[in-house]
């Protein structure tokens, strides 16, 4: 492999992790897609283009800054990324992150565990201990498992989400363009836009998941790589199952579970539509709580590491990262578990405003305003 083709697979594996965190249980049940986008009518063609060039701007500067700070944690990136307004916006963006980790990878667990319950019968308890174990196994091994095991998922619900939502393009493409020419949009221009920002303040705070795994990238061509590759897989993705959802509208607007019922709309009702439906929804909870996890996780070892000084060692940061992975896990599967989550996630839905101000507009003020720091070089970077 040659060097060029090895940095453009790290940015390519970077841009895998973004769509796994990013492909969660309110994407892979398409009810976050309906909310967000079809609801607004025909307007939802071109609102999630919207959402992802904000976030690929941020991803973009929050990667960059991640590279020449060399800071793979979130709360590291936040005092060295804002400098001296890293008490408001740092604290900020670790407490989004937080409550986001906590909501996200809980959502995780209750939504797979039901699926594994549906599909084979299996007790809710028993899935929920199963999903666990595998977000542990996959969260304690480094940034470099995270990435692999993303790269895995990412290349599985992009062949099942192809399955599903370009087969029912195919099949109600007519109805696609009648909701396009003929239906009115209930909710305006201007509601159907702040929606789509809306949804990129909620994605953004995952900055913690993506700059936990930046150290692959070492320049500042690797980052725009990353960054441009993100932007073209979600884009196609996102695109393709909101137009998707957008051939079943209005209807499409009360169903719980969406892609049930594309999937009864496209692939059919037998057993391999819902095998693929069950598989995406189990890869999404999956690859969003280990991403979710190990962000948090590396913020408590450099955390302990900065503490400990000389006196921390490799062995004790791998302690404490698989102790860490195991208490949020813990945490977030005992939300699940013991009926804690509509509490937890009272007022979800206001990180998306609340992330406008707090990170969207912050990260790109500086990214646009700040002169461009000269590329790492090979010798100055370090693998974490």
Not at 11 to 39: E, I, N
Request: hydrophobic letters at 55%.
């Amino acid at each position: 492999m040659t060097k060029e083709t090895g940095t453009r697979a790290a940015a390519l594996s970077l841009a895998f992790v973004w769509f796994t965190t990013h492909f969660g249980g309110g994407f892979s049940s398409g009810r976050q897609l309906v909310d967000f986008y079809v609801s607004y009518g025909w307007y939802a063609i071109f609102t999630p283009f919207i959402s992802l060039t904000i976030m690929a701007f941020v991803y973009y500067f929050a990667w960059k800054g991640s590279v020449v700070h060399r800071a793979f944690d979130y709360h590291s990136w936040g005092k060295k990324f804002y400098g001296r307004y890293s008490v408001v916006f740092g604290t900020a963006n670790s407490i989004m992150y937080n409550l986001i980790l906590l909501t996200a990878t809980s959502v995780a667990f209750a939504t797979g565990g039901s699926v594994l319950k549906e599909l084979f019968g299996s007790p809710y308890v028993l899935n929920t201990i199963i999903i666990a174990v595998l977000i542990l196994l996959l969260t304690i091994f480094g940034a470099e498992v995270v990435r692999r095991a993303a790269t895995v998922m990412a290349v599985l619900i992009i062949g099942g989400m192809v399955a599903v939502y370009a087969t029912n393009l195919v099949v109600n493409f007519p109805l696609l363009k009648q909701v396009i020419f003929q239906a009115p949009s209930p909710k305006g221009a201007g509601g159907a836009v702040w929606k789509a920002i809306t949804y990129a303040g909620f994605q953004v705070c995952l900055i913690g998941a993506f700059v936990s795994v930046a150290d692959v990238l070492k320049t500042k061509q690797d980052v725009f790589r990353a960054s441009l590759y993100g932007f073209i897989v979600n884009g196609v993705i996102l695109w393709l199952a909101t137009a998707g959802a957008l051939t079943h509208y209005p209807v499409i607007n009360n169903e719980v579970v969406p892609i049930i019922y594309i999937a009864r709309h496209s692939v059919g009702e037998g057993a391999a539509g819902g095998i693929i439906v069950s598989g995406l929804i189990l890869l999404a909870v999956i690859s969003t709580g280990v991403s979710c996890v190990y962000g948090g996780a590396k913020r408590i070892v450099v955390a302990l590491q900065e503490r400990l000084g000389d006196k921390a060692t490799a062995k004790g940061a791998r302690a404490a990262h698989i102790m860490s992975s195991l208490v949020y896990v813990a945490v977030t599967w005992a939300i699940a578990l013991f009926g804690l989550l509509p509490l937890i996630a009272k007022g979800y839905g206001t990180l998306g405003v609340l992330a406008i101000p707090l990170i969207i507009i912050p990260v790109l003020v500086k990214g646009f305003s700040e002169t461009e720091p000269k590329a790492i070089s090979a010798t100055e970077a370090v693998t974490k």
